[in-house]
Nanobody
Framework: QVHLVESGGGLVQTGGSLRLSCAAS????????GGWFRQAPGQEREFVAS????????????LADSVKGRFTISRDNDAKAAMHLQMNNLKPEDTAVYYC????????????????WGQGTQVTVSS
């Protein structure tokens, strides 16, 4: 059983920054596609970002339009391959529970594209 451990959530003011991190509790998943989804109160869960293995130790990141220019996704280039979501210029509408995800395949923008899910970490942006 793979457990994804998330960290870095919290409370921040509008315009502030947070960095979320996620790693598997054990095992190496450096070639898996990873990503983040979020769910705001009363809303459906939505895709935020993904990062896919591109070979040669490099990764390709994809961001939802709503976070482009403010968020970046990255991954450590080691066996653990922890994922990081750097969130800048945060807005109240970014308030949500953020979930780390992992897929042995190509991933995508849909929940069903991912097999492993973290427990979620709360991000709250005050106005």
């Amino acid at each position: 059983q793979v457990h994804l451990v998330e960290s870095g959530g919290g409370l921040v003011q509008t315009g502030g920054s947070l960095r979320l991190s996620c790693a598997a509790s054990e095992g190496s998943f450096s070639t898996y596609t990873g990503g983040w989804f979020r769910q705001a109160p009363g809303q459906e869960r939505e895709f935020v970002a993904s990062v896919k293995w591109a070979g040669g130790g490099s990764y390709i990141g994809v961001l939802a339009d709503s976070v482009k220019g403010r968020f970046t996704i990255s991954r450590d280039n080691d066996a653990k391959a922890a994922m990081h979501l750097q969130m800048n210029n945060l807005k109240p509408e970014d308030t949500a529970v953020y979930y780390c995800v992992l897929s042995p395949g190509a991933g995508g923008r849909l929940e069903r594209d991912y097999y492993y899910w973290g427990q979620g970490t709360q991000v709250t942006v005050s106005s």
